[in-house]
């Protein structure tokens, strides 16, 4: 993660796609109710509801969860968690939900949708997406032609990202085979039965299927195969980002602002403190076992980056997807005011 926040902080100049059937994980969605109470940033009695995917995107809220049940927050809290983005989205169209932390792409989606009355404030998660087997012959992107990969649904961020990254590396989908499976744990349960088979799979998927058989082994990471393909100035992969309602930002920008330190608190805190993030993971029912989420959480890429820095790693990584599939990011790019830049 130091090497990509570094890489964006030098870049100064610079799923169909709201992912129907996004299951970055196999579980069933979560509801989790945490209010806060304490010195509060938004009017009083009011409650700033924050959803979020039940995985990576989900982690650097962990503490700040911990902190709103406490009733240390700055602003009183309502977290909901789900198992798929397009649980989240009907929320964010109908008001039922003030912020949404989703996948990049997405929320380009979702601003398209709703016709600009969304922007983003911060990228909470960079890349976590690793290509895992127990054939270590496999050394770079050229070496999966003419190999079968299995990865989760066609049109989803993982498949966009292999077939960019194919043909920056001078192959196409003809020169390999993408076997896609519906869930994450699928491809999880190909990779236990066949080691030597190769698989794309997102964080903690990772981990968990390394832990439970020896045999395999991360081969290829695919933040250091884009940043490869990018150089030093280009864009990052990015996961995931965080959205605000125009009009809840509007209303209560300070309780946005407060949200945004409380955020980037509690996301340097999971990545300085793995051991209890980790509890936290077990607890909240993002990660199955406490050893798991411990391997996991390092190598999650979970952050918050803001500002410029934000504008410049997002909008390039949108930039990539457009030029794969214009339907990636809702038809068209966003505009200059889906960045909130904290003026």
């Given at each position: 993660m130091?090497?990509?926040?570094a890489k964006?902080k030098r870049?100064?100049?610079?799923n169909?796609?709201?992912?129907l059937g996004l299951?970055l994980?196999?579980?069933?969605g979560?509801?989790t109710?945490?209010?806060g ?11 700033v509801?924050?959803?979020s995917l ?11 969860m911990?902190?709103a049940e406490?009733?240390?927050?700055q602003?009183?809290?309502a977290f909901q968690?789900?198992a798929s983005a ?5 929320l964010?169209?109908?008001?039922e ?6 996948p ?6 979702l ?10 404030i ?15 012959s496999v050394e ?6 003419g190999r079968t990969?299995y990865?989760?649904?066609?049109g ?7 077939q ?6 001078q192959?196409?989908?003809?020169d390999c ?7 994450a744990?699928?491809v999880a349960?190909v990779?236990?039965e066949n ?7 997102p ?7 390394c832990v439970q058989n020896?045999e395999?082994d991360i081969?290829l990471?695919?933040n ?9 100035d280009g864009?990052?992969?990015v ?11 509007e209303?209560q ?14 996301a340097?805190?999971i990545n ?7 509890s936290f993971?077990?607890s909240q029912?993002?990660v ?8 996991a959480?390092p190598r999650?890429?979970i952050?918050c980056?803001t500002?410029?820095a ?6 390039g990584?949108?930039e ?7 339907e990636?990011?809702?038809?068209a790019?966003?505009g200059?005011d889906?960045?909130?830049?904290g003026?």
């Amino acid at each position: 993660m130091k090497r990509n926040e570094a890489k964006i902080k030098r870049n100064k100049k610079g799923n169909k796609i709201w992912m129907l059937g996004l299951a970055l994980l196999a579980a069933a969605g979560l509801l989790t109710g945490c209010v806060g109470s304490g010195d509060t940033s938004a009017q009083e009695g009011e409650t700033v509801r924050v959803g979020s995917l039940k995985g990576p995107t989900s982690m650097g809220l962990l503490f700040l969860m911990e902190k709103a049940e406490n009733g240390e927050a700055q602003n009183n809290y309502a977290f909901q968690m789900a198992a798929s983005a397009d649980e989240l989205l009907p929320l964010m169209v109908k008001d039922e939900l003030d912020i949404a932390l989703v996948p990049a792409n997405v929320a380009s989606v979702l601003y398209q949708r709703t016709e600009g009355n969304v922007c983003v404030i911060d990228i909470n998660t960079l890349g976590v997406l690793y290509v895992v087997s127990g054939d270590d012959s496999v050394e770079s992107i050229a070496d999966l032609k003419g190999r079968t990969i299995y990865l989760t649904g066609k049109g989803t961020t993982p498949d966009y990202a292999l077939q960019y990254l194919l043909n920056a590396n001078q192959m196409t989908t003809q020169d390999c085979v993408l076997e896609y499976k519906s869930e994450a744990a699928e491809v999880a349960a190909v990779l236990a039965e066949n080691p030597d088979a190769i698989g794309l799979l997102p964080q903690p998927f990772v981990t968990s299927a390394c832990v439970q058989n020896p045999e395999l082994d991360i081969v290829l990471d695919l933040n250091a195969e884009w940043d490869k393909v990018q150089g030093e100035d280009g864009s990052s992969l990015v996961t995931g980002v965080t959205v605000v309602r125009k009009e809840f930002l509007e209303e209560q920008e300070e309780a946005v602002r407060s949200f945004l330190e409380e955020h980037s608190q509690s996301a340097a805190q999971i990545n300085e403190d793995v051991e209890t993030g980790a509890s936290f993971a077990v607890s909240q029912g993002i990660v199955a076992e406490e050893a798991i989420a411990q391997k996991a959480i390092p190598r999650c890429n979970i952050t918050c980056i803001t500002g410029e820095a934000m504008k410049q790693a997002l909008s390039g990584y949108l930039e990539v997807l457009y030029g794969q599939s214009p339907e990636s990011v809702g038809g068209a790019l966003p505009g200059e005011d889906f960045y909130y830049m904290g003026q």
